[in-house]
């Protein structure tokens, strides 16, 4: 466990003093330091806020998260305390790393980190071993390291609007993944381990610059959208076929 949390009483007048100068309100956000430590969700969206303190971390029983749409440049190594937690959603800021304390919230389902400044996938995800969905797009990534592999839990994965040029072979451990998005990045081919991925319903290729599929895509029997919107290829081998009914190219 992280030693990230402060320890004296003097952590819950910290934490209203500083929601007090981000204007706050008691609604979402009690003064009352018992109500605080029995939060189990906390939502401050859209509230323009620029850090969060380190006293975060003495909210123990937070399950979830939810500080979308501020002005987030870092988080405090604090936030791996909250081993409670199943959703922390980080969308629409100015994220560019994450603590390395976050490796530590091992009870993490969901974790969004869409539209930020990630120009590559912060190695401590590959702790959070029962993640199921990673939320990824808008950012600046280039490539998908090996470690994303080892999130066996994964159902989801969204990836769209990146710099991605290649996706990896070992995308294929990921054989939970129901809905995968790589849409709107410089892909040119897909791996034959995209095959391997037998529950998807769900792949979202548009806007890159595929000019052929793998063969292995007719094992993607429970695949209900194929989207491949603005590619160079623009018709289906006849291996794929039976696709037709699901693949949307225009």
């Not at 500083?18 to 008691?26: G, Q, R």
């Not at 399950?63 to 190594?77: C, I, R, S, T, V």
């Not at 129901?178 to 792949?203: A, F, K, M, R, V």
């Amino acid at each position: 466990m992280t030693e990230s949390r402060v320890k004296n009483d003097e952590w819950s007048s910290e934490l209203t003093d500083w929601a007090d100068v981000n204007d706050i309100s008691h609604d979402l956000f009690p003064r009352d330091k018992d109500q605080l430590l029995a939060l189990t969700e906390l939502s401050l969206i859209g509230c323009q806020l620029t850090d969060i303190p380190e006293s975060i971390g003495n909210l123990g029983q937070l399950n979830e998260l939810y500080l979308m749409g501020n002005q987030l440049k870092e988080l405090p190594e604090s936030i791996g305390c909250l081993e409670q937690l199943t959703e922390l959603l980080l969308g629409r800021n100015q994220l560019t790393t994450l603590p390395d304390s976050m490796g530590h919230l091992n009870k993490l389902l969901v974790l969004s980190l869409w539209k930020n400044e990630f120009k590559e996938i912060p190695k401590t995800i590959t702790n959070l071993s029962q993640l199921k969905e990673l939320y990824l797009g808008w950012n600046q990534l280039t490539e998908i390291p090996e470690f994303v592999g080892n999130l066996r839990q994964l159902t989801e994965l969204s990836l769209g609007c990146n710099k991605l040029t290649e996706i990896p072979e070992f995308i294929g451990n990921l054989n939970k993944l129901t809905d995968l998005s790589i849409w709107q990045n410089q892909l040119t081919e897909l791996p034959e381990s995209i095959g391997d991925l037998s529950q998807l319903n769900q792949l979202m290729l548009s806007d890159n610059q595929l000019h052929k599929l793998p063969l292995s895509l007719a094992n993607l029997t429970q695949l209900k959208t194929l989207s491949l919107t603005d590619n160079i290829i623009k018709t289906l081998p006849q291996e794929l076929s039976h696709l037709q009914g699901v693949t949307e190219f225009e």
